[in-house]
């Protein structure tokens, strides 16, 4: 899917200086430093692997915001290219992502027609494939034919997670920037800067786990230590009978439906800006449906990244009973098996599991505490 942008009269945009466009991307200063002297002499494909919320889709778009200003004589019009770029409505920067959960080929088909359209308003163009990594074989085979024959006028930049083995190739003709999860320390002082409370922003940092993204959608969810609280009771529930996991799957469900009121919030305060700005712009073009589908995807991350939150949260419990002086070298041995097990599930999550019945395999499979201090 590609995702149609169209430029805002200029009276809309704001100013920005190029250190106001990188200073967008937070927590980041080793990938920011690295685009940054980039810009002079942009190679023909960059790849920022790191998780969603971490500052890879800022990144990007600061990138392509500062190759449009590059060489602009007129500070106003050069302003203009950062901010539109920022805010992801320049007309030269595509946006390209499936709608499903992979990267199939008719999107990397489109990869390629984007890339050789002519620039709009820029010298370039710059189109931002993401999800890179959930990119089928003959997609990425495709992406490969248009990096290595690239149109002279364009800049490839891809998102991706992580890089499979089957994408090495893929991967080897890009220059890599990592922009990997924010340590919890450095998130913490971010969103405490954003209005946190100090008491609150390290809890909402080790929940939100190196997403910036999500840091703020849990600043505002007065529920997340409850949840977390939750999940460390789970090992005082376990008794081994299936009647005590099927509460367990339906409390730990019924927490993460209601997990998902901030970000509903937020996707409605989304959809009447955009009711706004078609106001002034029209609806052709707006990409509602594109902001429907991706509001779409990001309850079902939603739902994954509360997923991993409670699983680590569970982790680090089995751990922290492991430690225990009380503990047999045999009662230790069955808490850091637990806590593989729980590692494995995380690993699960990407092939998209029932949601109930992962979580009911999971309960059963875990170890019941005895004594727990």
């Known amino acids: 899917m590609v995702v149609p942008v169209t430029a805002l009269p200029t009276a809309l945009v704001d100013e920005l200086d190029d250190a106001g466009l990188w200073a967008k991307v937070l927590g980041q200063p080793d990938a920011v430093s690295l685009l940054r002297a980039a810009v002079a002499a942009p190679v023909h494909a960059y790849l920022l692997v790191g998780p969603t919320g971490a500052g890879r889709e800022e990144a990007a778009r600061a990138f392509a915001g500062a190759l449009f200003a590059d060489g602009v004589d007129d500070d106003r019009e050069a302003s203009r290219h950062r901010s539109l770029a920022a805010a992801g409505q320049h007309p030269d920067l595509v946006l390209v992502e499936s709608e499903g959960r992979s990267l199939l080929v008719a999107d990397a088909d489109r990869v390629t027609v984007e890339g050789w359209r002519s620039p709009v308003e820029a010298d370039r163009k710059v189109i931002v494939v993401d999800r890179f990594h959930t990119a089928e074989a003959a997609a990425a085979a495709s992406l490969l034919k248009t990096i290595e024959e690239p149109p002279i006028t364009a800049v490839f930049v891809l998102l991706a997670d992580e890089i499979p083995e089957e994408h090495i190739t893929v991967a080897s003709r890009c220059v890599r920037v990592d922009v990997g999860p924010i340590p919890t ?177 999971l309960f059963l499979d875990l170890p019941i505490v005895q004594d727990r201090n």
């Open 185 to 361: 320390e450095v998130l913490a002082g971010l969103i405490e800067a954003e209005g946190v409370a100090a008491d609150r922003s390290i809890d909402v940092a080790e929940a939100a786990g190196g997403s910036l993204e999500r840091a703020r959608l849990l600043a505002n969810d007065s529920a997340v230590l409850a949840r977390r609280d939750a999940w460390r009771s789970v090992l005082d529930r376990l008794d081994g009978s299936g009647a005590a996991v099927a509460v367990l799957v339906d409390e730990v469900r019924a927490l993460i439906d209601a997990a998902q009121a901030p970000l509903e919030e937020r996707h409605r305060q989304e959809l009447d800006e955009l009711a706004e700005r078609e106001e002034v712009i029209g609806t052709r073009g707006s990409g509602r449906r594109q902001l429907t589908e991706r509001q779409r995807r990001e309850v079902r991350r939603h739902r994954d990244d509360e997923l991993r939150f409670g699983l680590a949260t569970l982790s680090r419990t089995y751990l922290a009973q492991a430690d225990l002086e009380i503990r047999s070298e045999l009662e230790a041995e069955k808490m850091l098996t637990a806590t593989t097990r729980i590692t494995q599930a995380a690993g699960e999550l990407v092939r998209n599991p029932n949601e109930a019945l992962f979580l009911q395999a």
